[in-house]
C-alpha cells in the first residue's frame, strides 16, 4: 500500500528528532531492535568500514566493485546530502519511501521504548531492509568512532577495513590520534581480516598490533603489502599504479585526486582479504571504477565544485586536489562549517588555493551546531583572507558564483547537500 509522502517526511523528521538525545554509547538498543526484527545482522556477509576520512569513497569502491563482479550489494552510509533514502542503497537504488514509513511505524514503540537514538534504529532498518531485499553482502559505513558505533553489532566482517585516523569528534573519541585509532579499531574482529589504510607509520602499526591482539585472521597495510605509485590527477579521472607481489598493474577512477588513488587501493585490499569469491579480477576492478559515482567528493557540476571536507585534513585534501587541477580562476569558496568542528583549521588550509571566502550558515545545519558566522569572518579578516559573510544561504549561493572562475561549495555535509538541493544537483544521478 502506498504511503502519502507527508508521511514519510512526518516519520522521518520524528526519526530525526531523536538526534536531540546525543549520542549514547553502547550496542544494547540497536541489538535489541534487531533482535526483534529477526536478527537480520547475523545472516548478512558484511564490509564494515570505519575511519576518519574517505569511509564514503572505500564504501563505494566496494559497492561498485562487487556490483561489477554480478552481486546484489546493500550499502548503508551517512549522512545524506539531500534526502534521508541516500542512506541505504541496494545495487545503487534508494530504500523506498514507503518502506521508510511503514518500518518506522511498526517499530516506533520499541524504539520509544528503548530511548533509542536515531543512528540506531537508522542502522537497524539499514541491516533488516538488506536482508529482505536478499542481498549477497553489504558494505557498512560506522556513523562515529567504530567500537561503539551502532554498526558494530555486525559479529564477524568479511573484512575490517579503518581508512584513516585524524582529530575529530575529539570530544567523544578522544583527543589524540592515538586514542581515536583505538575506538575505531573497535571493529576488527577475530577471525576477520584487518586491512589498514593508515598512512602515518605509527599509527598505522597500532592499529595493526590492536588487530592482531583483537585476533583478526590477517592484517595488510596498505602501503607495504599493496603500493600506490605513479598517481596521475588528468580531467575527471584519477589513474594509478598499483603493485602487489611484484605485479603491477594500472588503474582508473573517476573520483578526483591523489587521496582516491590509495582509497582504491584500499578497497581492492579489502576484496581480496575476503578471498573467494569476493576477489575481483582486474577487470571486473576496471568496470566498477568506471561506473563509481559518489556525489559531493570533488564533484565538478559546470563551474562549481562540490565537496564534504568538513575538518582540516578533508581541506588540505580539497587544496591539494585544487593546485593539481586547472580550474578557472579566481577560486572563490562558500563555505560554511558545524561549530564543533575546526572551522579555523580548515580555512587555514583551504586559504592556500582560495581567492576570496563567502562565509554563511548551511539552512539544514543543527541549531546547537551553527557556527557563530561574525566570529568567522572576524578570524579570516584578521587572517588577511579576502572574504564576504553572507548570512542568507541563497545570496551566499549566487554571491561566489558572480566573484569565481570556480565556486567551491564545502564545510560540511549540510553545507553541500543545502547548495545541491537549491542547485538542482541530483546527488544519485551518475
Not at 245 to 251: I, K, M, Y
Request: charged share 25%; hydrophobic share 45%.
Amino acid at each position: 500500500m502506498d504511503v502519502p509522502l507527508s508521511a514519510y517526511h512526518a516519520a522521518v523528521d520524528a526519526l530525526f528528532a531523536r538526534t536531540a538525545g546525543g549520542v549514547k554509547p553502547g550496542l544494547e538498543r540497536t541489538e535489541a531492535i534487531l533482535e526483534a526484527v529477526g536478527s537480520p545482522h547475523r545472516r548478512l556477509r558484511v564490509f564494515h568500514v570505519a575511519g576518519t576520512n574517505g569511509k564514503g569513497s572505500v564504501c563505494a569502491m566496494l559497492d561498485s566493485i562487487l556490483r561489477a563482479k554480478r552481486f546484489p550489494v546493500g550499502r548503508y552510509t551517512s549522512p545524506h546530502l539531500v534526502d534521508f533514502c541516500e542512506r541505504i542503497l541496494v545495487d545503487g537504488r534508494p530504500i523506498a519511501e514507503n518502506e521508510v514509513t511503514t518500518w518506522l511505524r511498526r517499530q516506533d514503540a520499541l524504539i520509544e521504548r528503548l530511548g533509542a537514538t536515531f543512528f540506531e534504529a537508522t542502522t537497524a532498518l539499514a541491516l533488516d531492509h538488506f536482508a529482505r531485499a536478499g542481498v549477497d553482502v553489504a558494505v557498512v559505513e560506522t556513523g562515529l568512532g567504530g567500537r561503539l558505533d551502532s554498526t558494530n553489532v555486525i559479529p564477524r566482517p568479511l573484512a575490517a577495513v579503518v581508512t584513516s585516523i585524524g582529530l575529530d569528534h575529539t570530544d567523544l573519541l578522544g583527543d589524540t590520534l592515538e586514542q581515536i585509532a583505538l575506538e575505531k579499531a573497535g571493529i576488527f574482529k577475530p577471525g576477520a581480516p584487518a586491512v589498514i589504510g593508515e598512512r602515518n607509520p605509527a599509527i598505522a602499526r597500532l592499529l595493526a598490533d590492536t588487530a592482531r591482539e583483537r585476533g583478526a585472521s590477517a592484517v595488510l597495510r596498505v602501503g607495504e603489502a599493496w603500493r600506490v605509485d605513479d598517481v596521475r590527477v588528468v580531467g575527471a579521472r584519477t589513474s594509478f599504479l598499483l603493485e602487489r607481489d611484484g605485479a603491477v598493474r594500472r588503474f582508473t577512477t573517476p573520483l578526483i585526486g591523489d587521496h582516491q588513488a590509495h582509497n582504491a587501493a584500499l578497497a581492492i585490499a579489502a576484496l581480496r582479504a575476503a578471498g573467494e569469491p569476493w576477489t575481483p579480477s582486474a577487470a571486473e576492478i576496471d568496470a566498477g571504477l568506471a561506473s563509481l559515482h559518489l556525489a559531493g567528493r570533488f564533484q565538478r557540476v559546470g563551474d562549481t565544485i562540490f565537496d564534504v571536507a568538513h575538518n582540516p585534513a578533508g581541506a588540505a585534501v580539497l587544496s591539494r586536489t585544487l593546485r593539481m587541477l586547472a580550474v578557472h580562476r579566481p577560486v572563490v569558496t562558500l563555505l560554511a562549517v558545524l561549530a564543533d568542528k575546526d572551522w579555523r583549521g580548515m580555512m587555514r588550509e583551504l586559504a592556500n588555493t582560495t581567492g576570496r571566502f563567502v562565509l554563511t550558515v548551511a539552512p539544514t545545519a543543527p541549531a546547537g551546531r551553527v557556527w557563530d558566522l561574525d566570529e568567522a569572518l572576524e578570524y579570516a579578516r584578521g587572517q588577511g583572507y579576502a572574504c564576504d559573510a553572507v548570512p542568507d544561504f541563497d545570496i551566499a549561493l549566487a554571491t561566489a558564483a558572480r566573484k569565481a572562475g570556480t565556486r567551491v561549495i564545502t564545510g560540511s555535509f549540510h553545507t553541500v547537500g543545502d547548495a545541491m538541493a537549491r542547485l538542482q544537483v541530483d546527488p544519485l544521478a551518475g
